[in-house]
C-alpha cells in the first residue's frame, strides 16, 4: 500500500511523474478528495510521466479530456457535475477497455459500478498544515 505526504504543489506533481513510471495500460485510476485537496495536480504529474506535451487542465466542465503520448491516450474524467452520466458512462466504458488507454476518474460515485475490480484507487487528504496525505487504497 502506498502512503506519502506531499507539502507542496511541486510535491504532488513529482508523486504523480513517479506513479506514471509503473503504468501499464489499459488502467483505471480513480482519485478520492475534496475539492481543492490536488486530483488535478496529481492528474497533470501522471501526464508528465507519460509524456504528455500540451498542459493539463481540469475536466469539471467539459466531464472528460484527452491526451495523447508516445504509448497511447491518457482520458481524465471529472464526474462531479453529474448525478447521471448518460452517454458519459458508454465513452467512460469504452475508455477502460482500450488497451492503450490509460483512465483516470475523479468524482466516480455515479460510475461506480462500471469500474473494473481491479483499478487503482488514491484517496487525497487535506491535512491541517496544508499538505496532503495521498494513500492508495486496497480494495
Same mark, same amino acid.
Not at 81 to 88: A, F, K, T, Y
Not at 98 to 112: P, R
Given at each position: ?6 507539502? #507542496? !504543489? ?9 506513479? %506514471? ?7 483505471? =485510476? ?14 497533470? @504529474? =501522471? %501526464? !508528465? @510521466?507519460?509524456?504528455?506535451? &500540451?498542459?493539463?487542465?481540469?475536466? #469539471? ?5 484527452? +491526451? ?7 482520458? $481524465?474524467?471529472?464526474? +462531479? ?8 458512462? &458508454?465513452?467512460?466504458? *469504452? ?10 476518474? &475523479?468524482?466516480?460515485? #455515479? ?5 473494473? &475490480?481491479? $483499478? /487503482?484507487?488514491? *484517496? ?9 496525505? =495521498? /494513500? *492508495?487504497? *486496497?480494495?
Amino acid at each position: 500500500m502506498i502512503e506519502q505526504r506531499v507539502k #507542496s !504543489e511541486e510535491e504532488m506533481l513529482d508523486f504523480g511523474r513517479k506513479l %506514471a513510471k509503473g503504468l501499464v495500460a489499459p488502467v483505471v =485510476i480513480e482519485l478520492v478528495g475534496d475539492v481543492g485537496a490536488g486530483k488535478t495536480t496529481l492528474t497533470r @504529474g =501522471i %501526464a !508528465e @510521466g507519460l509524456g504528455v506535451k &500540451e498542459p493539463v487542465t481540469s475536466p #469539471s466542465f467539459t466531464i472528460s479530456k484527452g +491526451y495523447r503520448f508516445s504509448g497511447g491516450d491518457l482520458v $481524465h474524467y471529472d464526474f +462531479y457535475r453529474l448525478g447521471d452520466p448518460g452517454l458519459m458512462s &458508454e465513452d467512460l466504458l *469504452e475508455n477502460m477497455t482500450d488497451t492503450q488507454t490509460i483512465t483516470v476518474v &475523479e468524482w466516480a460515485d #455515479s460510475v461506480a459500478e462500471i469500474l473494473p &475490480e481491479k $483499478h /487503482r484507487k488514491f *484517496e487525497i487528504l487535506l491535512n491541517e498544515d496544508g499538505s496532503r496525505t =495521498i /494513500r *492508495e487504497i *486496497e480494495k
